[in-house]
C-alpha cells in the first residue's frame, strides 16, 4: 500500500514538475530575459564594466559583506552539477543544437539577473542589529504591496533549498564518491554535513568567505581543465562549433553519433537547461546581493548579471563543447544518456578527463549547498523572524546527512516544482516593477554616474 502510494506520489510530482517547466514556463522566463534587455537598452554591453565592479573593495559603502562575497556566494549556489550534468542531459535530449540555445538564454539572462539585483537594493531593508536583508519577498511587499506574494515566494524558497540546493547535491557528492572511491554513503553523508556546518554556523560572513575562495577556485580550475580538454580534441573543434550551431536551426542536422533533434527540441531542452542553470528569474541570487557593500542599486545590479555570464555563457558553453567534440572524437559514446553522457565524454581524455569530472561535481555541489542556505535562512526569517534561523541551520543540515543516504526521486521532482513556483512571483515583481528599474538605470548608469552617488 504504501510503496503504491509512494508510486502515485512520484508519478504526480513528475508530472506537475514536468508542466510547470513546459513551454509556458520557458516562454515567460525568455520572454521576461528578452523584454528587459530591449526595455533597459541592453545592459549586457556593460558586462566588462560589471566584472571590473565585481572585484573591487567599497568597504565604506553599507552592507553585511563585499559585493566580490555577495557574487561568490551566489555563484556557489548557481554553480552546480547542472552546469555538468545538466548541459549533457540538454545534449542527450535535444541534439548539439541544444547548447547553442542554452548559451543564448544566458546572454539574454544577464539582463534579468541585473533586474533582480537592483530590485534587491533598491527595496532592501536594515534589521535593528544593523544587517541588510533583502530579496524578491521585500520587493513584492515593498514595492508593489503584495506581502501574500512574498511570502509565497519565500515558502517556496524554504522548501526549495532543502531540496535543490541541498539534498540533491548531497546526493550527488555521495553518489560520486561511492562510485569513484567505494566510500559508503552515510560516512560520505557524515563528512558532508560536519564541514557545512563549519560553514553555515558561522552566518552569512562566514558563507560568503568561504565561498570567496572556492568559487574562483573551483570554477578556474574546470574551465582550465575543459580547455585542457578542448586542446586534446583540437581538431573536432571546429566540427563541433559547427554541428552546434547548425544543429539549433536544422532539424536534419546529425553526424559522429549524434541523431538529428528538432528544432524545437534543441530549443525547449537548451532554453530549459540555461533557464535552470543561470536562475536568472528564479529569484534567488538577489537575496544575497542585498547584503552587499554597496554605493547604489545599479552597482550591485552590474555585479550581480556578471553571474549569470560567468556561469551559462562561460562554464556552460564550455562544458557543452567538451561533451560535443569528444562525441565526435570517439562515436562510441553513448550520447542519448544523459545520465552518463558526462561521465563517459570526460572519461575518454586521458590524466586529467576523470579528475576532472570529480574535482567539478564534487566542489559544485558543495558550493551549491552552502549558498542555498543562506536563501533558505532568509527565507525563513521573513516567514517566522530571526528566531526560527538557528533551528532552520540544524535542520539544513541534518538534510545534508539525509540525502546522502535515501533516494530522492521524489525530492528531485519536488525541488523542480519549488523552483518553477520561485520564479512566478518574482517575475510578477520584475515586470511590474520595470518602471523603476529603468528610472534607476537612467539614473546611475546612462548618465554616466556610477561611481560618484551613493
Given at each position: 500500500m504504501?510503496?503504491?502510494?509512494?508510486?502515485?506520489?512520484?508519478?504526480?510530482?513528475?508530472?506537475?514538475?514536468?508542466?510547470?517547466?513546459?513551454?509556458?514556463?520557458?516562454?515567460?522566463?525568455?520572454?521576461?530575459?528578452?523584454?528587459?534587455?530591449?526595455?533597459?537598452?541592453?545592459?549586457?554591453?556593460?558586462?566588462?564594466?560589471?566584472?571590473?565592479?565585481?572585484?573591487?573593495?567599497?568597504p565604506?559603502?553599507?552592507?553585511?559583506?563585499?559585493?566580490?562575497?555577495?557574487?561568490?556566494?551566489?555563484?556557489?549556489?548557481?554553480?552546480?552539477?547542472?552546469?555538468?550534468?545538466?548541459?549533457?542531459?540538454?545534449?542527450?535530449?535535444?541534439?548539439?543544437?541544444?547548447?547553442l540555445?542554452?548559451?543564448?538564454t544566458?546572454?539574454?539572462?544577464?539582463?534579468?539577473?541585473?533586474?533582480?539585483?537592483?530590485?534587491?537594493?533598491?527595496?532592501?531593508?536594515?534589521?535593528?542589529?544593523?544587517?541588510?536583508?533583502?530579496?524578491?519577498?521585500?520587493?513584492?511587499?515593498?514595492?508593489?504591496?503584495?506581502?501574500?506574494?512574498?511570502?509565497?515566494?519565500?515558502?517556496?524558497t524554504?522548501?526549495?533549498?532543502?531540496?535543490?540546493?541541498?539534498?540533491?547535491?548531497?546526493?550527488?557528492?555521495?553518489?560520486?564518491?561511492?562510485?569513484?572511491?567505494?566510500?559508503?554513503?552515510?560516512?560520505?553523508?557524515?563528512l558532508?554535513s560536519?564541514?557545512?556546518?563549519?560553514?553555515?554556523?558561522?552566518?552569512?560572513?562566514?558563507i560568503?568567505?568561504?565561498?570567496?575562495?572556492?568559487?574562483?577556485?573551483?570554477?578556474?580550475?574546470?574551465?582550465?581543465?575543459?580547455?585542457?580538454?578542448?586542446?586534446f580534441?583540437?581538431?573536432?573543434?571546429?566540427?563541433?562549433?559547427?554541428l552546434?550551431?547548425v544543429?539549433?536551426f536544422?532539424?536534419?542536422?546529425?553526424?559522429?553519433?549524434?541523431?538529428?533533434?528538432?528544432?524545437?527540441?534543441?530549443?525547449?531542452?537548451?532554453?530549459?537547461?540555461?533557464l535552470?542553470?543561470?536562475?536568472?528569474?528564479?529569484?534567488?541570487?538577489?537575496?544575497?546581493?542585498?547584503?552587499?557593500?554597496?554605493?547604489?542599486?545599479?552597482?550591485q545590479?552590474?555585479?550581480?548579471?556578471?553571474?549569470?555570464?560567468?556561469?551559462t555563457?562561460?562554464?556552460?558553453?564550455?562544458?557543452?563543447?567538451?561533451?560535443?567534440?569528444?562525441?565526435?572524437?570517439y562515436?562510441?559514446?553513448?550520447?542519448?544518456?544523459?545520465?552518463?553522457?558526462?561521465?563517459?565524454a570526460?572519461?575518454?581524455?586521458?590524466?586529467?578527463?576523470?579528475?576532472?569530472?570529480?574535482?567539478?561535481?564534487?566542489?559544485?555541489?558543495?558550493s551549491?549547498?552552502?549558498?542555498?542556505?543562506?536563501?533558505?535562512?532568509?527565507?525563513?526569517?521573513?516567514?517566522?523572524?530571526?528566531?526560527?534561523?538557528?533551528?532552520?541551520?540544524?535542520?539544513?543540515?541534518?538534510?545534508?546527512?539525509l540525502?546522502?543516504?535515501?533516494n530522492?526521486?521524489?525530492?528531485?521532482?519536488?525541488?523542480?516544482?519549488?523552483?518553477?513556483?520561485?520564479?512566478?512571483?518574482?517575475?510578477?515583481?520584475l515586470?511590474?516593477?520595470?518602471?523603476?528599474?529603468?528610472?534607476?538605470t537612467?539614473?546611475?548608469l546612462?548618465r554616466?554616474?556610477?561611481?560618484?552617488?551613493g
Amino acid at each position: 500500500m504504501m510503496q503504491t502510494f509512494n508510486d502515485t506520489f512520484n508519478d504526480f510530482l513528475a508530472t506537475l514538475s514536468s508542466w510547470l517547466w513546459g513551454w509556458p514556463m520557458i516562454i515567460l522566463l525568455l520572454g521576461t530575459h528578452v523584454f528587459l534587455t530591449i526595455r533597459l537598452r541592453f545592459p549586457q554591453r556593460w558586462i566588462f564594466t560589471a566584472i571590473r565592479l565585481s572585484v573591487k573593495k567599497d568597504p565604506e559603502a553599507k552592507g553585511d559583506v563585499s559585493q566580490f562575497g555577495s557574487l561568490a556566494t551566489a555563484l556557489a549556489a548557481t554553480i552546480g552539477t547542472g552546469n555538468i550534468i545538466g548541459v549533457a542531459t540538454a545534449i542527450a535530449l535535444g541534439g548539439p543544437g541544444a547548447v547553442l540555445w542554452c548559451w543564448l538564454t544566458g546572454v539574454f539572462g544577464i539582463a534579468t539577473k541585473y533586474a533582480e539585483g537592483l530590485l534587491a537594493i533598491k527595496y532592501r531593508i536594515t534589521t535593528a542589529d544593523g544587517r541588510m536583508l533583502g530579496g524578491p519577498m521585500y520587493a513584492l511587499e515593498r514595492g508593489l504591496g503584495a506581502r501574500w506574494l512574498g511570502v509565497l515566494f519565500a515558502l517556496f524558497t524554504a522548501i526549495a533549498a532543502l531540496g535543490i540546493g541541498n539534498t540533491v547535491q548531497a546526493n550527488a557528492i555521495a553518489t560520486l564518491a561511492h562510485d569513484t572511491y567505494s566510500a559508503e554513503p552515510w560516512m560520505t553523508g557524515l563528512l558532508v554535513s560536519l564541514l557545512a556546518a563549519a560553514v553555515i554556523l558561522g552566518g552569512v560572513k562566514s558563507i560568503a568567505r568561504v565561498c570567496a575562495m572556492l568559487v574562483p577556485l573551483m570554477a578556474l580550475g574546470y574551465v582550465v581543465g575543459c580547455v585542457v580538454i578542448l586542446c586534446f580534441n583540437a581538431d573536432y573543434l571546429l566540427p563541433a562549433l559547427k554541428l552546434i550551431v547548425v544543429s539549433a536551426f536544422q532539424p536534419q542536422a546529425a553526424g559522429g553519433g549524434f541523431v538529428g533533434a528538432s528544432i524545437m527540441m534543441a530549443a525547449r531542452y537548451g532554453i530549459a537547461r540555461g533557464l535552470f542553470s543561470n536562475e536568472s528569474g528564479l529569484g534567488s541570487a538577489p537575496i544575497v546581493a542585498a547584503a552587499a557593500q554597496t554605493r547604489n542599486p545599479v552597482r550591485q545590479a552590474l555585479v550581480s548579471s556578471s553571474g549569470t555570464f560567468w556561469d551559462t555563457v562561460v562554464i556552460c558553453a564550455l562544458t557543452g563543447l567538451v561533451v560535443v567534440s569528444s562525441v565526435l572524437a570517439y562515436p562510441d559514446i553513448d550520447f542519448s544518456n544523459g545520465a552518463t553522457l558526462t561521465r563517459d565524454a570526460f572519461a575518454k581524455i586521458p590524466v586529467v578527463g576523470a579528475p576532472l569530472l570529480t574535482f567539478g561535481l564534487l566542489t559544485f555541489a558543495f558550493s551549491t549547498i552552502l549558498g542555498w542556505c543562506y536563501y533558505g535562512e532568509r527565507a525563513m526569517e521573513y516567514l517566522r523572524g530571526g528566531r526560527w534561523v538557528g533551528a532552520y541551520r540544524m535542520v539544513y543540515i541534518t538534510a545534508i546527512f539525509l540525502g546522502s543516504i535515501l533516494n530522492l526521486t521524489a525530492v528531485w521532482n519536488l525541488a523542480d516544482c519549488m523552483n518553477a513556483l520561485m520564479a512566478i512571483p518574482n517575475l510578477i515583481s520584475l515586470l511590474l516593477l520595470n518602471g523603476v528599474l529603468v528610472h534607476e538605470t537612467r539614473k546611475f548608469l546612462w548618465r554616466n554616474r556610477l561611481e560618484k552617488e551613493g
